[in-house]
């Protein structure tokens, strides 16, 4: 069975900490990673993409993957309430010729709550 | 540039009924994924469309199907409802799909249909 595993949470950090998010996957042959948040009620909105080891930077968003530890994070610097949500770790094989695995798998997902 | 587009956003059914959702996936976007999310079980992979074939599916029952439309639009429906089929139906589009080495294939999450079996 092909898992991703997330800290359920809830981190609770306060305004203008950095947030640490991790997750570790089991399938060693995963491509890619997502990060996805969602807020209460709502569907996950895309974040964060990264495919290669290393760190990758969007505004106060980095994602950092390390393939050969099968772990990736997201770090959200300057936290704001507003970062509160929960976020989602997705990972996706390298698609085949015929698309067939073409498919997230995700994680059950890091409640985070940025305190005032 | 239009979103995907799920409907209806709320349905409310009883055990044994069938329900047929709706999605309308980006335009130019092929590729039309549907997911499950409830509490317990997180977010969970249903099946995927390509070009009006199914591609892949998810370890659920044969009660759950669906099928792609010519321009992409994609339906699932789910017979013989049952309690545990409440949950948040997510469809999630995406422009890639072909494989080939491509990397970039982030998918986009429509509003989601909320449904509960009562």
């Known amino acids: 069975q092909k898992e991703v595993e997330q800290n359920s949470g809830p981190l609770s950090v306060p305004e203008g900490a950095i947030a640490s998010l991790n997750c570790t996957y089991s399938d060693r042959g995963s491509q890619s990673f997502f990060w996805y948040r969602q807020y209460s009620g709502k569907s996950p909105e895309l974040i964060m993409s990264i495919y290669s080891n290393g760190d990758k930077e969007d505004g106060r968003f980095t994602a950092q993957l390390n393939k050969a530890s099968q772990y990736v994070s997201l770090l959200i610097r300057d936290s704001q309430p507003s970062d509160s949500a929960t976020y989602l770790c997705?990972?996706?094989?390298?698609?085949?010729?015929?698309?067939?695995?073409?498919?997230?798998?995700f994680g059950k997902g890091t409640l985070l709550t940025v305190n005032p | 540039k239009a979103g995907v587009t799920q409907t209806p956003r709320y349905l409310i059914k009883t055990r044994g009924q069938q329900v047929t959702l709706s999605c309308s996936p980006i335009s130019g976007h092929r590729s039309v994924s549907w997911y499950q999310q409830t509490p317990g079980q997180g977010l969970q992979f249903l099946f995927e469309?390509?070009?009006?074939?199914?591609?892949n599916k998810g370890n659920f029952p044969g009660r759950f199907s669906g099928r792609q439309f010519s321009n992409s639009r994609s339906e699932m429906n789910v017979s013989t409802l049952e309690l545990g089929d409440s949950a948040l139906y997510l469809c999630?589009?995406?422009?890639?799909?072909?494989?080939?080495?491509?990397?970039?294939?982030?998918?986009?999450f429509g509003s989601g249909t909320r449904l509960t079996v009562v």
């Open positions: 997705a990972a996706h094989p390298p698609v085949n010729s015929g698309g067939s695995n073409y498919k997230l798998t």
């Open positions: 469309y390509f070009s009006e074939t199914q591609r």
């Open positions: 999630a589009s995406s422009f890639y799909g072909t494989g080939g080495g491509d990397t970039n294939y982030g998918y986009t």
